[in-house]
């Protein structure tokens, strides 16, 4: 099998708020780019803006060599390539498809055995970051799963003009579950910071400057630094990731600590909080966002604040 994908036409379905990010990327590399979306006039829009071209419909990817996937769960990416009318039967013999979407490592292992089938290969690339828009940035993290080595070589080019960092942690399915579980540790840290920046401020307390004293301190994660200190505190709800993901992302969480057998308290606290969290704020609402819920709660308002700079 080659080892590059230069030259081949590339496929991408879900052209959201990061797969428009990622398939930018490709775009911008030079990459032959075919790109489809539920949403024409976004799919259109962004073909005009990067010089690729658009599918009316899925079954028009079928020429693809590799098919990026980068939809709202596991189920809808099913339906594309297994459902009525799905990709899969129509694809050429020796494709890969690449999940990076927040899946069910359960259902991705499932899907890559009925892909093996057509002899389409599944690689789950699933996606992070160590800094919010990390996808606009090419600064984002794959964590991929794979059986099929040949076909990561094939296709890590690609993966490359996106992130900085590529992790190949096991077998088709590894990614999804290092990602699920990389989230649970993640809303985990949001959540006991939230707690502390409401109680700290019935204290007395200023919350940027708790911030900063926990961003030095054992307290320090992901949220300290850039979710609660670069947006929340200064009502900049916009990171482009919603509650509504992350709560999905959570129940996955919990289901995938079931099946290992774990009984562990704090996945059903996660997905409790930010459920009401979701329901205080509606569907549409940023994660970060949900400080605003948090606010609710302890029935006050944190003062706005801006970061010190560097």
């Given at each position: 099998m080659a080892t590059t994908v230069d030259g081949e036409l590339v496929g991408f379905i879900g052209i959201g708020n990061a797969g428009r990010l990622m398939a930018r990327h490709l775009a911008r590399a030079g990459h032959d780019l075919l790109v489809y979306d539920a949403d024409a006039a976004r799919a259109g829009e962004f073909a005009a803006a990067h010089g690729c071209r658009v599918a009316a419909a899925p079954r028009e990817l079928a020429a693809v060599s590799v098919l990026f996937t980068m939809l709202p769960d596991g189920e809808v990416v099913r339906e594309v390539l297994l459902g009525a009318g799905g990709l899969a039967a129509?694809?050429?013999?020796?494709?890969?498809v690449i999940d990076a979407s927040s899946s069910d490592p359960q259902g991705t292992r499932e899907l890559a055995a009925e892909l093996a089938r057509h002899a389409v290969a599944l690689i789950d690339a699933a996606v992070s970051a160590a800094v919010v828009r990390g996808a606009e940035l090419g600064r984002i993290t794959f964590i991929v799963g794979a059986d099929d080595q040949g076909a990561l070589a094939r296709?890590?080019?690609?993966l490359e003009t996106m992130s900085e960092h590529i992790f190949h942690v096991g077998p088709t399915g590894a990614g999804h579950t290092m990602q699920t579980l990389n989230?649970?540790?993640?809303?985990?840290?949001?959540?006991?910071?939230?707690d502390a920046l409401v109680i700290g401020c019935e204290y007395g307390l200023d919350p940027m400057a708790m911030l900063e004293v926990?961003?030095?301190?054992?307290?320090?994660?992901?949220s300290t630094e850039q979710t609660l200190r670069q947006h929340a505190l200064r009502r900049d709800f916009d990171t482009g990731h919603t509650l509504a993901l992350a709560v999905k992302d959570l129940r996955i969480a919990a289901l995938v600590a079931e099946r290992a057998g774990f009984d562990g308290e704090m996945f059903a606290l996660l997905v409790a909080g930010f459920e009401a969290a979701l329901a205080d704020l509606g569907a549409d609402a940023?994660?970060?966002?949900?400080?605003?819920?948090?606010?609710?709660?302890?029935?006050?308002?944190?003062?706005?604040?801006e970061p010190a700079r560097a």
């Open positions: 129509h694809l050429v013999p020796g494709t890969i296709v890590r080019p690609l989230d649970y540790v993640s809303a985990a840290g949001l959540y006991a910071a939230l926990l961003n030095v301190s054992t307290g320090r994660n992901f940023d994660l970060t966002a949900a400080l605003l819920h948090w606010e609710h709660r302890a029935g006050l308002e944190l003062p706005l604040r």
